[in-house]
């Protein structure tokens, strides 16, 4: 019991035990069969009876699983005792010890009962050999000993499902063969690698020396003979790669190719096998029926026996080193007398082991592996395929390498692998007999059955790691398919054969005669040089092409090269001409004639195939002779015979000249005969075409030339194929009558009555009305020729319908609009079309079936006539009409858009329309109004804008298909509501109907008809030099609406100035106002008279006058009646009052404000300087001293205001003689005796010395006399002034100059960096518009700044005149606009552009006296002298003087542009042809034409003269083609595509006209284009301008400052000259006064 419990216990497994010992055992029982036995954890030893009764157990389980230990007699377990074991001569008894078995191994025992009987018959089970090698020592004296199962070839059930199909004795065979060859291919350097194969009737014998096989785990024999226990399956991988042919023969894929091989080659088979390390051959055999019968009830066992023996004398001679293998296969059949073709074929599929050129770098023939079938060395055998193909290739091959890779998202692990040698060799054809042909006459005569011909001979031979797949059989493959059919190259391409070698990436199918199907690989190389699809795209086969490692490029066209390199030198026609050859070598169609050569044979008879064949015979192509000729048999007439070439030359083609018969064919173009792509024509002849009309062959001086005109060329080979028949007379002649009747003559369609009998529902109707469903389906048939009236029952029977099969049908639907308007031309529009090819029906052919109603449900929801047109290429048509009236219910209406485009706009105070309405039915067809309908018609908009209008005209037009309505008056005054966009929809309904159009509009405005001012106060105490403030002007129309956003206005000014860049130019801003607040300045004087006015379409609407307040000049200073010559005035005072007396303390003189007031001397008298100015101060000014003449008489003197003349006052002095002057002690005299008061201020002012003492104010461009209010009424009591007092004032005057001086220096200063502030601003301001302005910022100007520069900057030519009154005068006042056909313009200001780059450009072409011509619509103007000084007058009124004679362009004396213009332009560009290069592309760098780059302004677009605009006579008169181009480089690269006489130019400065070059880049010209500014930019080029003045002004203002200290400059060092002589007089006077 304890010895239970042991055993019980080592059985179960306890995860936490320590490792389980095993002992394994392998029990021969009594009965002569055996049973396996494990045991766990026994312990040391266990009772004898225990151990009995687990094997007991063991066979119980295995009878009742094998059939075949039923059939053995039974083991006696009930002996108790007697039992015992023997093992390795070791006997036990009573107790098994386990200590004499090594545990995890297993031992072979043999269980003796006791009975006397002993076990002769031993089983070993290989399967389960884990650890030991077991060797049987059961040979006694080298006898075999034969033991009955004891191999266990059980294979997996998987395997069983990959067992091959259609085998053959001949891949049978080489299944055991391939395993031999990757036997002796592991055979060390010098070992002998031999593969014999012996057959006979009944008997095949494998022999081969390879590493052999035993009894070990790892090498054991058992392996061979159970499928899927292949020892070579995992080495395929090492044949992966390496270079072509891939010599690696790891041919093992599924495990079963031995044994399945050899039940199929015989009954009963042996195997016998050593290794070099065993000194006995191991065998194992089984017979087919046995192996099948000896198997378990639920099919897992298959059992075979096997057994020990020494090698033989002849096995160790074929195999010295020892190892071998050897099958043997007893009860096969084989035909003895196949034995050389067995011999052949093998030699075939292993050819590159037999004998190799690609393994030896010497170039030697190698032998990798001795074959021998039947003692016959395969080497020495002649036969066979390849040998044949050999002997028959010519010239060099032409080879490359594809690398095939497989990896996607969807695979895991290492990328699949593959590569392919793709080797190609030609065959010529050899005096007219193809080298194919001649390859299968040698395999027919060597007994091989042939079942190929040319046509269908396999051009790809494949074969993987060095073994042909026999049943690869391909065509070809779609890269080796080059040229269209009956081509030159298509013909060569046919004579070359692709020899592929594989390694083992490509996986073949289980009985290795051809590639799996399914394999990616596969697929890819069966597809290789296909076009690539959609579907294709997606695969993960990647290839790489190279030759030896390094890539391939134009790989098609290499191949082309070579076929037909390979075809002129080695291809020899047989071709012969019975006649004597005309060569021709002139003129020859190579294209029409299908030919290649420069030189061709002409032959009227040549012999082909043992045939004649001549000129006019009439011969037969058969159906697939040629490209073109598919659908039928073909008739022609012969006329030549080509040949190209010169006798003497190799690879010309032939070719046959003849006129076709049979009118109705696909005609292949002469691309597809030399081998390009294909096109296909259908083409209709007459049925016999006359001589005259075929190939034409004549001589011309001497020299032979060819036309093809009608006739068609074919190649010879049509002949070889046996598909060109010689047609008799008979033949002939009926197929002309039958064809006659039977060619296809119309269309026709069944009616509803034959699409019934069909089965099919439809017939084409006549009339429907719309709405109507079309039939599901139309029919149509070709009828014949002799198809006449026949009774409705006969129109379905085949003989009346034409069968054209594979001619596709064309329908064609168009619909002719009902509602073309009278007199215009009918409007057609295609509405569908189909195509179809003819198809059978209740065995009736040729029915062409439409499908209508399916496709089409909707054909009929338009109304119109429908023509259905049917055609079958350009001869044979047919045409139907079906009239789809329109429903008679009004479902819509429709504002007819054709006339009235969308959306209207209308001003009010206007009639909106004239609008026409169109009714429509629920299918959107027009139809007409019954009678005119009641109307009601309103104006609607957002915020409650709701305007019924009452007043408007109806009636019908067109014959009642339209409603028209005019007169619609407009008249409101609530625009304001909807401003300023004024956008309203029309609605239009009708009173008793649901029926209503709306129609977007916009409602603008009426014109200027009232202004009104918001602050009339504006106008009262108006000063010189003052603003108006608080000044707005609204606008008004008619009907009291302001008027619409962007309206131009013109303020003309009198007295007035406008100070912003606009000018007088004014638009109205979106409240309907213009706003002149802050910039309306007053120009007059004092008193003066001034008025502005608003003007608008050459009216004036609005005029306010105002008086400017009166100011008196006042001497307040009592005048004398007389003094005396040459002495001073003093002390003048001078007061300005208003018209009440009181002083007017604002006219006072500041400079730092820049309020100049400053009083003025002018005199006849030279006395008197008139360039100094006495400052105001609180309305007073003071004279210091005036200098009246040495000479008497009256002295008038004239004393104004400096800015305002009319505030002056006239004086008059006598002047009387001057007393005689005293001299001193030494005879001089003084020049103290005609001294003159002087002021209170010490100022001396005594004639004989100069004025001064003249204080200067700072910033004073004319030496201002600063009065100090003190000294104003102050006198000197003694009006002596002696040399101290004039030093002392010397030196004041020399202080007052310092000090000024120091003043200009801060003013300058602060001058320079305003003036650098404002550069600053204007570099911020461009570079915000760098688009625009990035290259040449000096030429960015708007039209109102470029007007006021040639106003100021060009004031002697006529354009500143013109600016002048364009400014200041309103048009009906100026000269220029109040003549008829009269000045309108200036060339610089009437257009513009979008680049600063391009005004440049432009301007600089032109030139500066272009730019400022004048502009006129009739040369009337321009002739007339008479006009020319109305002009002068105008110039002199407005104070200019015009030097330069005016240049003044006539629109009418241009020869304007006539080719049109470009449609739907808003700027009415001309439509004109942009150069190109030579290919039709366009020129690099070409911008456009110089007369389409200029921008017209709106109001200028209808200026024109004969219906001609601006741009199609003057700037195309000034430019005329000139074209622009972005560089210089550019323009000079297109030179040659440019016409003579064309001028160009480019943005950069390059002129290039018909002097030649002109560099312009760095000229900026002075009057320039304006630049257009988009509107987001607008604001920014005001300021830009505003910037750009005050940096003017500074620079203004900085000179005249420099000038002024230059003066102080000068006068500072004369004062102090003075005051150096004075100085030393006064220390010489007082020295003598002190004497």
Request: aromatic content about 8%; some cysteine; overall charge neutral.
């Amino acid at each position: 019991m304890s010895f239970r419990r042991l055993v019980k216990r080592a059985l179960i497994l306890d995860e936490d035990d320590e490792d389980d010992v095993v002992y394994s055992f392998k029990v021969l029982l009594p009965n002569s069969t055996s049973v396996p036995l494990t045991v766990t954890n026994p312990g040391p030893e266990m009772p004898m009876e225990t151990f009995v009764n687990l094997v007991k157990e063991e066979y119980d389980k295995a009878r009742k699983s094998c059939l075949l230990m039923t059939k053995r007699r039974r083991v006696d377990w009930n002996l108790g005792g007697k039992f015992h074991l023997e093992s390795d001569s070791e006997k036990m008894e009573g107790m098994v010890r386990f200590a004499a078995f090594k545990p995890n191994s297993l031992h072979i025992i043999r269980l003796d009962d006791g009975s006397g009987v002993t076990s002769t018959m031993y089983e070993v089970s290989v399967t389960i050999l884990k650890h030991i090698h077991l060797l049987l020592m059961l040979v006694c004296e080298g006898s075999l000993l034969v033991l009955q199962n004891l191999w266990d070839l059980t294979p997996d059930t998987d395997l069983l499902k990959e067992l091959p199909e259609n085998y053959s004795f001949e891949t049978a065979l080489a299944d055991l063969i391939d395993n031999s060859l990757q036997a002796v291919w592991s055979c060390s350097p010098g070992e002998r690698r031999l593969i014999s194969v012996d057959v006979s009737a009944d008997r095949i014998s494998v022999f081969d020396t390879g590493r052999g096989m035993d009894s070990s785990e790892e090498n054991a024999i058992v392996k061979w003979g159970k499928i899927g226990g292949s020892l070579h399956r995992s080495e395929k991988t090492f044949a992966i790669g390496g270079k072509p042919p891939y010599l690696k023969p790891f041919f093992g894929m599924f495990g079963y190719g031995g044994p399945y091989a050899c039940m199929f080659l015989g009954r009963r088979t042996l195997v016998s096998s050593k290794t070099k390390e065993s000194k006995k051959v191991f065998t194992l055999q089984f017979e087919k029926e046995a192996l099948i019968g000896n198997h378990s009830v639920s099919g897992k066992h298959w059992k075979t026996s096997g057994g020990m023996r020494d090698p033989t004398e002849e096995e160790n001679k074929l195999s010295p080193h020892g190892s071998f293998t050897k099958v043997e296969i007893f009860e096969s059949e084989f035909d003895m007398s196949k034995i050389y073709q067995l011999q052949c074929r093998l030699k075939d599929i292993y050819f590159p082991y037999i004998q190799c050129d690609e393994l030896s770098k010497t170039g030697r023939t190698e032998r990798p592996v001795e074959f021998q079938v039947s003692g016959e060395d395969l080497a020495e055998i002649a036969g066979g395929e390849v040998a044949i193909t050999n002997l028959n290739s010519k010239g060099e091959e032409f080879s490359f390498q594809i690398r095939f890779s497989l990896a996607s998202e969807k695979r895991k692990g290492k990328p699949q692998q593959a590569n392919a040698r793709l080797k190609f060799v030609y065959f010529p054809i050899v005096q007219g007999k193809e080298s194919i042909e001649k390859i299968l006459e040698g395999l027919q005569e060597e007994g091989c059955k042939v079942s190929e011909s040319f046509e269908t001979f396999g051009r790809v031979s494949i074969r993987r790691l060095g073994r042909l797949l026999p049943e690869v059989r391909w065509d070809s493959i779609p890269f080796m398919q080059r040229g269209n059919r009956a081509s030159t190259l298509q013909k060569s391409c046919r004579r070359v054969k692709c020899f592929i070698d594989l390694d083992a990436g490509f996986s073949p199918t289980p009985s290795k005669t051809d590639l799996a199907s399914q394999n990616p690989f596969s697929v890819a190389l069966r597809n290789f040089g296909s076009k690539q699809t959609d579907k294709d795209k997606d695969t993960d086969v990647k290839m790489v092409i190279h030759r030896e490692g390094k890539p391939v490029t134009q790989l098609e066209q290499n191949y082309q090269d070579w076929v037909m390199k390979m075809h002129d030198a080695h291809d020899e026609e047989a071709t012969s001409g019975e006649d004597e050859a005309i060569l021709v070598l002139e003129s020859l169609d190579k294209k029409a004639l299908g030919i290649l050569r420069d030189a061709v044979r002409v032959h009227k008879v040549v012999t082909r195939n043992g045939k004649l064949w001549k000129r006019g015979q009439n011969i037969k192509l058969l159906k697939g002779a040629c490209g073109g000729v598919h659908n039928g048999n073909i008739y022609a007439t012969i006329d030549y015979f080509l040949i190209e070439g010169f006798e003497d030359e190799a690879g010309g083609d032939t070719r046959i000249l003849c006129r076709w018969f049979f009118f109705f064919f696909h005609l292949p173009s002469s691309e597809y005969l030399l081998g390009s792509s294909v096109s296909y024509s259908f083409n209709f002849r007459p049925i016999d075409c006359p001589k005259k009309e075929g190939c034409k062959l004549s001589c011309i001086d001497g020299s032979w030339r060819l036309e093809l005109q009608k006739s068609l060329t074919l190649p010879i080979t049509i002949i070889d194929s046996g598909k060109c028949l010689h047609a008799d007379a008979d033949e002939w002649t009926r197929k002309l009558e039958r064809q006659q009747e039977k060619a296809p003559s119309k269309i026709d369609l069944l009616d509803e009555r034959d699409c019934r009998e069909l089965n099919i529902d439809g017939a084409l109707p006549v009339s429907v009305r719309v709405g109507r469903a079309p039939p599901q389906q139309i029919v149509a048939v070709i009828r014949p020729a002799s198809f006449t009236s026949v009774t409705p029952s006969k129109k379905l029977e085949q003989k009346h319908v034409v069968s054209m099969e594979g001619k596709e049908m064309v329908m064609v639907v168009k619909l002719v609009d009902p509602n073309t308007k009278p007199n215009a031309k009918v409007a057609t529009k295609s509405v569908c079309s189909q195509r179809v090819f003819p198809t059978s029906c209740k065995g009736i052919g040729g029915l062409y079936i439409f499908s209508l109603g399916s496709k089409f449900p909707n054909l009929f929801k338009r109304a119109g006539t429908y023509n259905f047109s049917f055609s079958i290429g350009d001869s044979i048509r047919c045409n139907k009409t079906v009239v789809v009236k329109p429903s008679s219910k009004a479902a819509k209406w429709k504002l007819d858009d054709s006339l009235d485009p969308l959306p209207c706009n209308v001003r009010v105070g206007s009639c909106i329309g004239p609008l026409r309405i169109a009714c429509f039915d629920e299918y959107e067809n027009q139809i007409q109004f019954t009678s005119v309908p009641s109307l009601e018609v309103e104006l609607k908009a957002n915020a409650g804008f709701d305007l019924k209008i009452d007043d408007f005209e109806t009636n019908l037009i067109d014959g009642g298909s339209t409603l028209m309505i005019k007169e619609m008056l407009v008249e409101t005054d609530a625009l304001d509501k909807i401003g300023p966009s004024y956008d309203a929809t029309l609605e239009i309904r009708a009173q008793d109907k649901p029926l209503s159009v709306s129609i977007a509009c916009k409602v603008n405005p009426g014109p200027l008809k009232r202004v009104e001012v918001n602050n009339p106060q504006a106008f009262e105490n108006l000063l010189p030099g003052s603003t108006v403030e608080n000044l707005i002007l609204e606008m008004f129309d008619g009907f009291n609406n302001h008027i619409a956003e962007g309206t131009s206005v013109l303020i003309n000014t009198e007295g007035y100035c406008i100070e912003d860049w606009m000018g007088v130019n004014r638009k109205v801003d979106g409240s309907g106002c213009i706003d002149l607040s802050g910039i309306l300045k007053v120009t007059e004087g004092y008193g003066k008279h001034v008025s502005f006015s608003v003007v608008s379409d050459c009216k004036e609407i609005f005029r306010k006058e105002s008086q400017i307040e009166e100011r008196e000049l006042r001497l307040v200073t009592e005048r004398p009646e007389s003094c005396t010559a040459g002495s001073n005035l003093t002390s003048l005072i001078f007061k300005v009052t208003d018209s009440d007396g009181s002083l007017d303390t604002s006219i006072h003189h500041d400079e730092k404000t820049r309020c100049i007031h400053t009083l003025s001397v002018e005199s006849d008298s030279s006395s008197v300087e008139s360039g100094i100015r006495y400052a105001f101060v609180h309305g007073s000014c003071k004279i210091p001293s005036l200098s009246l003449p040495e000479t008497e008489g009256i002295f008038s003197v004239k004393v104004f205001h400096s800015r305002y003349p009319e505030l002056h006052v006239n004086l008059e002095i006598l002047i009387t003689p001057a007393p005689t002057s005293e001299r001193d002690d030494v005879g001089c005299s003084t020049p103290y005796s005609r001294m003159t008061s002087t002021p209170q201020s010490g100022m001396a002012s005594a004639t004989p010395f100069p004025r001064v003492g003249l204080e200067r104010t700072p910033c004073s461009q004319f030496g201002v006399l600063a009065i100090r209010s003190p000294s104003l009424d102050g006198s000197c009591p003694s009006g002596v002034m002696d040399i101290p007092q004039y030093t002392k004032s010397l030196k004041q005057e020399l202080s007052t100059y310092e000090a000024q001086q120091e003043e200009i220096d801060e003013r300058i200063k602060c001058l320079e960096g305003e003036q650098e502030q404002a550069e600053q601003e204007l570099i911020t301001l461009q570079a915000s518009l760098d688009s625009i302005c990035a290259a040449l910022p000096e030429c960015l100007s708007t039209r109102e700044s470029m007007m006021k520069h040639i106003e100021e900057e060009h004031q002697d030519t006529a354009a500143s005149v013109f600016c002048s009154l364009t400014k200041k005068v309103p048009p009906p006042r100026s000269l220029f606009l109040s003549i008829k056909g009269g000045v309108f313009g200036i060339v610089a200001l009437l257009g513009s552009v979008a680049s600063t780059s391009l005004s440049r450009i432009l301007s600089a072409y032109l030139g500066k006296e272009k730019m400022l011509a004048l502009v006129c619509k009739s040369s009337a103007y321009r002739a007339s002298y008479a006009e020319y000084l109305r002009l002068q007058d105008e110039a002199a009124r407005l104070g200019r003087s015009i030097t330069n004679p005016p240049q003044v362009i006539c629109l009418n004396a241009y020869t304007p542009w006539r080719s049109g213009l470009v449609e739907n332009d808003p700027q009415r560009r001309l439509d004109m042809v942009n150069p190109s290069l030579r290919n039709g592309g366009p020129i690099p760098g070409f911008k456009g034409y110089a007369v389409n780059m200029i921008e017209l302004a709106v109001r200028d677009l209808d200026i024109g003269t004969n219906g001609h605009g601006l741009r199609e006579t003057l700037f195309y008169g000034l430019f005329g083609d000139l074209q622009v181009y972005e560089t210089g480089k550019d323009l000079e690269a297109a030179l040659p595509y440019i016409k003579d006489g064309v001028d160009a130019v480019s943005l950069d400065g390059v002129i290039s006209n018909r002097d030649g070059f002109l560099f312009s880049g760095c000229c900026v010209p002075d009057v320039h284009f304006p630049v257009t500014v988009p509107e987001n930019h607008e604001k920014t080029l005001v300021k830009m301008e505003i910037k750009r003045d005050k940096k003017r002004k500074r620079e203004e203002e900085l000179v005249e400052e420099r000038g002024l200290l230059r003066k102080i400059e000068k006068k500072m060092k004369k004062a102090t000259k003075k005051y150096e002589r004075f100085s030393a007089m006064a220390d010489s006077q007082d020295r003598i006064n002190k004497c």
